[in-house]
């Protein structure tokens, strides 16, 4: 159906930036929403960005002001920038996507339950 991988993670220190692709492959739907998540293990999932096909975008509190995220429409890839990382933005990240246009807040907050549908296998950021 659709397919996502992530790239651009890596090792970088406290303060750099570092900017993580997902690019989707397969089928395209015209409506669209799309979130950036962070893991580590033994915690839960965190959400960190959406941006859907309106162009509307939100952040969590965590991440407001340091990342950014975007969409290439040419190249169907979505970014998340991250500047000024810290220690504590160290985790697997994840990026997702649906083809129903759940709202920021229902993405952004794992007690709503929502789980978007695709998921890329993560990439690992180590900020230290």
């Known amino acids: 159906d659709v397919q996502l991988v992530e790239s651009g993670g890596g090792s970088v220190q406290t303060g750099g930036s570092l900017r993580l692709s997902c690019a989707a492959s397969?089928?395209?739907?015209?409506?669209?929403?799309m979130g950036w998540f962070r893991q580590v293990p033994g915690k839960e999932r965190e959400g960190l960005a959406t941006?859907?096909?309106?162009?509307?975008?939100a952040y969590a509190d965590s991440v407001k002001g340091r990342f950014t995220i975007s969409k290439d429409n040419a190249e169907n890839t979505w970014y998340l920038q991250m500047d000024n990382l810290k220690p504590e933005d160290s985790a697997t990240y994840y990026c997702?996507?649906?083809?129903?246009?759940?709202?920021?807040?229902?993405?952004?907050?794992?007690?709503?339950?929502?789980?978007?549908?695709?998921w890329g296998p993560g990439t690992q950021v180590t900020v230290s």
């Open positions: 941006i859907d096909s309106r162009g509307i975008t």
């Open positions: 997702a996507a649906d083809p129903y246009l759940w709202s920021s807040a229902q993405i952004l907050d794992p007690k709503q339950g929502i789980s978007l549908r695709f």
């Open positions: 397969g089928r395209t739907y015209s409506k669209w929403c």
